[in-house]
């Protein structure tokens, strides 16, 4: 099984979107967040069943709640990032 590890760029994404939904309705932020998690902690279990990103081979995608979630796939060392997260922008 992989190891999941989140990057910095995903927790300043996650924490910038967090804030905005906290906005409108501050548990509605804390219910995304606990089932994003809830998605997120299950990915070591089968990383490869996600969509792979376009031309990327080793970078797979968790769609939730219209937002893209990329995932690079370490093999060599069993590990899973979590790259970032983002809706409709385009993410580099």
């Known amino acids: 099984m992989f190891s999941l590890e989140t990057t910095p760029r995903f927790d300043d ?7 905005f939904i906290a ?3 501050p548990r509605r932020a804390l219910e995304f967040y606990d ?3 809830i998605k997120l ?13 376009e031309n990327m081979e ?3 995608e968790l769609i939730y709640k219209g937002y893209t979630i ?14 970032g997260i ?6 580099e």
């Open 41 to 53: 902690n299950n990915i070591p279990e089968n990383p490869f069943m996600y969509r792979k990103r």
């Open 70 to 83: 990329p995932i690079y796939i370490d093999e060599e060392k069993k590990k899973l990032f979590i790259l």
């Open 13 to 19: 994404e996650l924490l910038v979107i967090l804030d």
């Open 23 to 25: 906005l409108d309705s």
């Open 86 to 91: 983002f809706n409709q922008n385009l993410w």
């Open 35 to 37: 089932t994003l998690m």
């Open 58 to 60: 080793d970078t797979r």
